[in-house]
């Protein structure tokens, strides 16, 4: 359903931009902007700039841009209408909408008919806790004893599912949810019942206490399960399935919860267990997540980047923990975070372990027995080696590689003396096994990247087509004769599309007359309105300069149309008018608005510190000079262009004498406006 524009309006003007990216990335202060890492491409060096004035973003990295609205869509990958919804319910906004049907549900797309679905599942598991006996008597009973206190469940949304076939289908179908759309979000299984061809539907859990899996958002997109009553046929633990909305392998548990905390305390403790957040949470440690099951990913690794550089393992202390740990060691090392490691004593793990202790004493284990990566290896293999040379010297191999996968080279430089002190041995001897396993890592590399290349040259050599018998010179003769002088139709002759070049290599090439409209829209953007002397503006000089020209390049010439549209109104268009999408809908020109008035880099204040003065694009002498030179650029280029158009005419052999000398002399006058823009512009002319 459509949202009335002035409730939209009510939306914008309530959401805070800074706020609303910090829900998903940690933004550190730049000049008068804030800069992060993109959470839309991966990337060391922060590109993503935010604009609090303007309200926009731009990623000069990636070329994302947008406003608040734009950055909801793109970052949950959901539609405009369920971005303001978002933000309508973030900013407490109320939307005054018809409750929606069945059938308006169904029309929704899938990602978002999911997450509702989900969200119905969520509150039926936490009401048949509350409400019902066995929900109570079971469910509530185990988070009970697990010393979880109401505040604590609430905010994690547990619940508890009955032990029954089909309590939350049956319930979903009275609330005009579709049985179809629940089996896509996994919370119901079809198996065929019999050999007849009948199928049966049933819940996908039943008697377990429910742990919702949310996003960074905050929306349940999955739920884990833990079954109470022994059963070797059914698993302890039992998760939702991938879907649209969930790939475990790009989810933390806890991540909703805790992100505020890890961006206050700067580091993120990452652990294995749902129960082990939920402690740790409940004992005042909230920036905590857990890999819920699955061993640690790069995506995952990448989400914990967004709020902080810094990540700490926390692994039982058994063989499985040490396992998971060093699994996970190089991955985080890859990525670029700093990493230090802790494992609890032997049979504890942060949930007992917290339970144990209590959170103070937590803390100060954490501070007092983590170590960085190279302690952590390291204190393993002089323990295994003892005084075996051998084994010392593969110990210092293996941290080796680990420092390898470092992508900062100032970092492997000075971590290289750290293992020379760590082991005992020359710093140099350390930098040589360095630099032996980065040249074997080169040349595996460059080994597979030749094996690729010939798979795929063995794939295309099958798949190419048999090769035709080349056209003998009869062929071509009677191909000819047949052809009359006059009007014979010319067969088609189809050109085979030349290999797609990969998408990382494409690149976008604009003429110059691309770049010197884009220039005047820029000037047009930023500075429309300022006057250039009393009672004429930029725009009005502008428009009057191009009044009979027309842009090449689109969306150029749709943005210089919106002005003269305007202007003719008695209105000077702003930034902020293409940045709100006040004037135009399409997301192409709130892009190009947000590149051009988005510069990348500012001027220190240390420059005015020591009396160095940049001369300022504000200052009018400069902004009229500017604009004048651009509209000449610009009229210089359309004559270069009307002149070759003209040469081409010349050219052709069937041009009467009076259209030649037409030509002729529209040649000649270009050619006089192009001199005289050249003089103008002080261009050095060659004779």
Same mark, same amino acid.
């Given at each position: 359903m459509r949202i009335p524009e002035e409730t939209v309006e009510r939306i914008r003007q309530a959401s805070d931009i800074l706020e609303v990216i910090n829900d998903f990335v940690s933004l550190k202060k730049r000049g008068s902007n804030y800069i992060a890492c993109c959470p839309f491409h991966n990337e060391k060096t922060p590109s993503f700039n935010v604009n609090p004035v303007r309200q926009i973003y731009?990623?000069?990295g990636c070329g994302k841009a947008g406003d608040a609205v734009r950055f909801v869509m793109d970052i949950e990958n959901i539609g405009y209408g369920e971005a303001l919804r978002y933000l309508a319910k973030k900013y407490g906004v109320e939307i005054e909408e018809q409750e929606q049907t069945p059938e308006e549900l169904l029309r929704q797309n899938e990602r978002e008919s999911l997450l509702i679905a989900l969200n119905f599942a969520k509150t039926y598991f936490q009401e048949l806790m509350q409400q019902t006996d066995e929900g109570k008597s079971i469910g509530l009973s185990y988070f009970r004893e697990r010393g979880f206190t109401n505040p604590t469940i609430d905010a994690f949304e547990l619940g508890y599912s009955l032990d029954q076939w089909d309590g939350l289908l049956q319930a979903a179908i009275k609330r005009g949810y579709n049985p179809d759309m629940l089996e896509k979000a996994g919370l119901i299984l079809r198996k065929e019942a019999d050999g007849g061809g009948k199928t049966k539907t049933f819940d996908r859990f039943r008697g377990r206490v429910m742990f919702p899996i949310h996003n960074v958002s905050g929306r349940v997109i #999955?739920?884990?399960a833990r079954i109470l009553k022994t059963d070797k046929n059914q698993p302890k633990y039992l998760n939702s399935p991938e879907t649209t909305v969930y790939h475990k392998s790009q989810v933390l548990y806890g991540i909703y919860q805790a992100k505020q905390a890890i961006r206050q305390e700067d580091v993120c403790f990452l652990t294995e267990g749902y129960t082990d957040v939920i402690s740790l949470h409940q004992a005042g440690i909230k920036n905590v997540v857990a890999s819920s099951g699955t061993s640690l990913t790069t995506e995952q690794i990448r989400l914990v980047a967004r709020f902080t550089p810094n990540i700490t393992i926390l692994y039982d202390g058994d063989a499985a923990g040490i396992k998971a740990a060093l699994r996970g060691l190089d991955m985080v090392l890859e990525e670029g975070l700093n990493l230090r490691l802790l494992l609890l004593p032997d049979g504890e793990d942060p949930d007992s372990y917290v339970h144990k202790v209590g959170a103070e004493a937590f803390k100060a284990y954490i501070k007092q027995h983590s170590q960085d990566f190279i302690d952590f290896k390291a204190s393993r293999w002089l323990t295994e080696a003892g005084d075996d040379p051998l084994k010392r010297a593969e110990g210092?191999?293996?941290?080796? #590689?680990?420092?390898?996968? !470092?992508?900062?080279?100032?970092?492997?430089?000075?971590?290289?003396?750290?293992? #020379?002190?760590?082991f005992h041995v020359s710093e140099q001897s350390v930098i040589s096994e360095i630099n032996r396993l980065l040249r074997k890592q080169q040349e595996q590399g460059q080994k597979e990247a030749e094996r690729q290349q010939h798979r795929t040259e063995a794939t295309n050599r099958q798949a190419a087509p048999a090769p035709q018998q080349a056209p003998t010179t009869d062929d071509i003769?009677?191909?000819?004769s047949s052809l009359s002088d006059s009007d014979a139709d010319l067969p088609d002759i189809v050109i085979p599309d030349a290999p797609a070049r990969p998408a990382a290599q494409a690149k976008t090439v604009q003429t110059p007359l691309a770049l010197q409209e884009a220039e005047c829209i820029r000037l047009l953007l930023n500075h429309g309105a300022r006057e250039l002397e009393p009672g004429i503006t930029l725009c009005q000089y502008v428009l009057s300069e191009l009044d009979d020209i027309d842009f090449q390049t689109s969306p150029y010439n749709l943005i210089l149309t919106l002005y003269r549209e305007a202007y003719a109104q008695g209105d000077i268009l702003l930034a902020a008018d293409f940045l709100n999408r006040r004037v135009s809908t399409e997301q192409a020109i709130q892009e190009q608005a947000i590149h051009m008035t988005t510069p990348r880099y500012e001027i220190s204040d240390g420059w005015q510190k020591h009396e160095i003065f940049v001369p300022s694009e504000e200052e009018i002498g400069i902004l009229a000079d500017a604009a004048y030179r651009n !509209?000449?650029?610009?009229?210089?280029?359309?004559?270069?262009?009307?002149?070759?158009?003209?040469?081409?005419?010349?050219?052709?052999p069937a041009n009467s004498p009076d259209e030649a000398d037409r030509l002729m002399l529209e040649f000649m006058g270009m050619k006089r406006v192009d001199m005289e823009i050249s003089r103008l512009l002080g261009t050095v002319i060659s004779g």
């Open positions: 731009k990623c000069f #999955a739920f884990g210092i191999s293996d941290v080796c #590689a680990s420092i390898t996968r !470092i992508p900062d080279l100032l970092k492997r430089q000075t971590l290289s003396q750290r293992v #020379a002190q760590v003769n009677a191909l000819l !509209i000449l650029r610009i009229k210089k280029m359309l004559a270069e262009q009307r002149m070759s158009q003209i040469q081409a005419q010349m050219r052709e």
